[in-house]
């Protein structure tokens, strides 16, 4: 160089990246991991394998705790708050995260998220890591070094799921493939998500093979376990004992295990009120479904502990069917309702369960009392907040509950006599190889 300046200057690749820079492309990626989190979220009833389920609700949950803590981030470098509400130049980035919602089925769903946008997030979060500044931009290194941890896990997890559903359904394979590689050239096309700026490429519209979502109004089940709806016979018949002893261990692990349709109200009602709320109800609710996910996982690990046969535990679907077809305010009533309904019975149990010497039902029944005291808060809170937002009275979430509960009586109702006694004997065969263990 012939010319000399009169300021000191140095090629170091730290200033790549300015303040607004990093902003942009931390807030692009928390529309990705929102958008995504919100898809997985309205799919955890129609995907039947109970791992799948669990699975899908906790990484919901590592989805919306990065994205929250993009969303700190991106305050904390000042961006203006207004642009945070908008996606902008992202836009058709952001709406493909979100047409995963609308895949044909179950193994499309699970192959065009596993094998193309969370690879996408994947190298994304690598390339900003590799390419950002350690010292300025040490806080988003933290986390995002976790995301991108979590990034492979589900990268894995959902292979593997993908491939399951795929020989579980051969006939949807070529729908499924199709899917995908339709998603993959729609990310091509809106130039990735990447560390580049923004592509602004207007691309969008329905993919071929779209189909519009719908909440299911039954749930899936996973085929290993006994079906029914009605999960025990105390459900239907008022009369039939709580149980002591061995029926009440017993009965609480089924209970837990049937919390499966809480994970399902959870990922339903995330999704249905995810651009009415504030990100805040997301961030919540994503928690509380993974909450319910460890519930129904616990029950799951107690009852094959004890050596039980999964063809002979029942796993029931009424809760959830009692609140289809109606407005998906009743899904986050129905938590609500049970929430507040059975948490004082909780420390009393967990004292039984100590008094037994089960120390692991005393165990789960605990810290399922604190996830519960947490939730019953989460389910007021947003009762009150979603009718505010509807123009109505806040103080109406009461008759949110009452409504729940005679939703539930009303469903129970409608229980046929050869549901009852079905249930019953097949209580009492579970109860029976119980006592000979
Ligand atoms: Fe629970
Ligand atoms: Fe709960």
């Known amino acids: ?31 990705c991991e929102r958008s995504l989190l919100v898809s ?28 929250d803590a993009l969303r700190n981030r991106v305050f904390e470098l000042r961006f203006p708050s207004r642009l945070l509400e908008e996606q902008g130049a992202d836009h ?26 969370l690879p996408a997030l994947r190298d994304s979060f690598q390339a900003y890591l590799a390419a950002s500044d350690v010292i300025a931009d040490g806080p988003t290194h933290r986390f995002l070094s976790l995301a991108l941890a979590e990034k492979a896990e589900q990268i894995s997890a ?31 096309d809106v130039g990735g998500v990447g560390i580049g700026p923004s592509s602004s490429t207007a691309v969008s519209g329905s993919l071929p093979e779209a189909r519009a979502y719908a909440i299911p109004d039954r749930p899936a089940r996973d085929p290993r376990f006994w079906p029914c709806r009605f999960y025990w016979p105390d459900v239907v018949d008022p009369a039939y004992p709580d149980g002591e002893g061995m029926q009440l261990q017993l009965r609480s692990a089924i209970s837990h295990l049937n919390e499966v349709w809480a994970i399902e109200n959870g990922g339903v009602m995330l999704s249905a009120f995810a651009d009415v ?49 109606e407005d998906p305010i009743y899904r986050l009533g129905m938590l609500y309702f049970f929430e507040t309904k059975n948490i004082r019975h909780k420390p ?8 037994y010497g ?37 103080a109406a979430y009461d008759q949110i509950r009452e409504r729940c509960e005679k939703l539930v009586s009303d469903f129970v109702s409608a229980a046929t006599p050869d549901e009852v006694a079905a249930i019953k004997k097949t209580a009492s065969t579970l109860i029976g190889k119980a006592r000979k263990m």
């Open 92 to 117: 058709a980035l952001i709406e493909l995260f979100g047409a995963v919602k609308d895949s044909p089925s179950v193994p499309a769903f699970l192959l065009s998220i596993g094998r193309v946008l």
């Open 40 to 67: 997985e979220a309205a799919w955890i009833p129609a995907v039947a394998p109970l791992d799948i389920k669990t699975g899908l609700a906790r990484f919901i949950w590592q989805s919306a705790e990065t994205a």
């Open 358 to 394: 089960d120390a692991v039902s005393e165990h789960d029944m605990d810290f399922d009392w604190a996830d519960e005291t947490m939730h019953a808060g989460y389910g007021k809170h947003w009762l009150k907040e979603l009718l505010a937002v509807r123009g109505q009275d806040p």
């Open 277 to 325: 709320l504030p990100w805040e109800w997301i961030h919540n609710s994503a928690r509380w479904t993974y909450d319910e996910s460890r519930h129904c996982r616990m029950g799951y690990e107690r009852l094959m502990a004890w050596g039980l046969n999964p063809a002979e535990i029942p796993l029931g679907t009424y809760i959830y069917e009692g609140a289809s077809g």
């Open 1 to 31: 160089m012939s010319q000399t300046s009169e300021f000191l200057s140095s090629p170091q690749p730290r200033a790549r990246w300015m303040r607004f820079d990093t902003a942009q492309l931390l807030k692009r990626f928390f529309f």
């Open 158 to 188: 959902f292979e593997q799921w993908g491939e399951s559903a795929l020989a579980s359904t051969p006939e949807s394979r070529d729908s499924a493939l199709a899917w995908t590689q339709a998603i993959a050239k729609r990310l091509a």
């Open 348 to 355: 009393a149990r967990a004292q039984l369960f100590h008094a």
